[in-house]
Antibody, heavy 117, light 106 residues
Framework: QLQLQESGPGLVKPSETLSLTCTVS??????????WDWIRQPPGKGLEWIGS???????YYNPSLKTRVTISVDTSKKQFSLNLSSVTAADTAVYFC?????????WGQGTLVTVSS | EIVMTQSPATLSVSPGERATLSCRAS??????LAWYQQKPGQAPRLLIY???TRATGIPARFSGSGSGTEFTLTISSLQSEDFAVYYC????????FGQGTKVEIK
């Protein structure tokens, strides 16, 4: 059974870089026709797609976040990572990692990241 | 960016009744539309993709319809475990979500 688990700091200071890792178990992260995505949800609000890294190595980012986002993959560790730079309070959210074929079929449980000094 | 608008924001329904949720896209997304269910403190769960195809393990009481800009999720007979927030999601052009419809107990 495929499982995804987010990890990283729960508190980040304004203007710093938010860094999260998603560890995949129960399936290969490479050599498959899937993409591996990050999605976030501010407290009490809806979902926002952040971006993805695909099996081809290509990355895709939400245009509204593109200048601040980097997503990378480490296939040897079965992990993919999110870096979001120059964070503000508006970046406070639960961050989910997910697997995507056409749609998001497997999700991590999510991790709350608060941006505060 | 394609904007997804869901209505109503909150739907009050009695157990056993039918619930009909709507989702409208600001431009055509063909049938590249999915629905997710989210309960408090949990990740979203895929219900429907391709506008009308149930995901693996999803009960038949969930059904989706529509194409282009107008979509509907119907829950034919609400069970206690169905009270949650439902999101539509278009994947025709980048990826955007609706703001959600909360289905609550009447």
């Amino acid at each position: 059974q495929l499982q995804l688990q987010e990890s990283g700091p729960g508190l980040v200071k304004p203007s710093e870089t938010l860094s999260l890792t998603c560890t995949v178990s129960g399936a290969s992260i490479s050599g498959s026709s899937y993409c591996w995505d990050w999605i976030r949800q501010p407290p009490g609000k809806g979902l926002e797609w952040i971006g993805s890294v695909c099996y081809s190595g290509s990355t895709y980012y939400n245009p509204s976040l593109k200048t601040r986002v980097t997503i990378s993959v480490d296939t040897s560790k079965k992990q993919f990572s999110l870096n979001l730079s120059s964070v503000t309070a508006a970046d406070t959210a639960v961050y989910f990692c997910a697997r995507r074929g056409e749609v998001f079929d497997y999700w991590g449980q999510g991790t709350l990241v608060t941006v505060s000094s | 960016e394609i904007v997804m608008t869901q209505s109503p924001a909150t739907l009050s329904v009695s157990p056993g009744e039918r619930a009909t949720l709507s989702c409208r896209a600001s431009q055509s997304v063909s049938t590249n539309l999915a629905w997710y269910q989210q309960k408090p403190g949990q990740a979203p769960r895929l219900l429907i993709y391709g506008a009308s195809t149930r995901a693996t393990g999803i009960p038949a009481r969930f059904s989706g319809s529509g194409s282009g800009t107008e979509f509907t999720l119907t829950i034919s007979s609400l069970q206690s475990e169905d009270f949650a927030v439902y999101y539509c999601h278009q994947y025709n052009n980048w990826r955007t979500f609706g703001q959600g419809t909360k289905v609550e107990i009447k």
